[in-house]
């Protein structure tokens, strides 16, 4: 009996749904981890109507402290957050200039930062996205 184990290709297709190339799969590493590597402020921020607006969220994670120390600077971020109507968008890599990837192989994300306050209680929310709305070419024309 012969036996012959499949070869696994990955096909990228075009936005027009026809197929561009096919390769051979490629591991993308996680940027993410809790020993080395940390998630970037960027201090691109935006008003939290606009991203709410702009983005499709797929996942929220609740960040939350660990000593007293982290208490006070959390908390600081999320009053600022909060007082100003932002939220903030966080990168991977160097600078945060990269998109969130939480595991091998995992799908990248755009991660933005929300912060809510009330009293002595605070919630910072990493928002997870990836995807942007976009209105369509003509679209603006077509409805004025």
Same mark, same amino acid.
């Given at each position: 009996?012969?036996?012959?184990?499949?070869?696994?290709?990955?096909?990228?297709? #075009?936005?027009? #749904?026809?197929?561009?190339?096919?390769?051979?799969?490629? @591991?993308?590493?996680?940027?993410?981890?809790?020993? !080395?590597? *940390?998630?970037?402020?960027?201090?691109?921020? %935006?008003?939290? *109507?606009?991203?709410?607006?702009?983005?499709?969220?797929?996942?929220?994670?609740?960040?939350?402290?660990? @000593? &007293?120390?982290?208490? @006070?600077? /959390?908390?600081? %971020?999320?009053? !600022?957050?909060?007082?100003? @109507?932002? %939220?903030?968008?966080?990168?991977?890599?160097? &600078?945060?200039?990269?998109? /969130?990837?939480?595991?091998?192989? #995992?799908?990248?994300?755009?991660?933005?930062?929300?912060?809510?306050?009330?009293?002595?209680?605070? =919630?910072? /929310?990493?928002?997870? !996205?990836?995807?942007? /709305? =976009?209105?369509?070419?003509?679209? #603006?024309?077509? *409805? !004025?």
């Amino acid at each position: 009996m012969l036996y012959a184990p499949p070869s696994v290709v990955e096909i990228l297709l #075009g936005p027009d #749904g026809a197929e561009r190339a096919r390769r051979p799969p490629v @591991d993308v590493e996680a940027n993410i981890n809790e020993e !080395s590597r *940390a998630v970037r402020w960027t201090g691109r921020k %935006m008003p939290r *109507a606009e991203v709410c607006r702009r983005f499709v969220f797929r996942r929220t994670v609740q960040i939350r402290h660990v @000593d &007293g120390v982290t208490y @006070d600077y /959390l908390f600081e %971020m999320a009053r !600022s957050l909060q007082e100003k @109507d932002e %939220m903030v968008m966080l990168g991977g890599g160097e &600078g945060g200039k990269q998109p /969130l990837v939480f595991q091998t192989n #995992g799908t990248p994300c755009r991660g933005f930062l929300e912060g809510r306050v009330d009293g002595e209680r605070y =919630k910072l /929310l990493l928002h997870l !996205s990836n995807m942007e /709305l =976009k209105r369509p070419d003509g679209a #603006g024309e077509a *409805a !004025s």
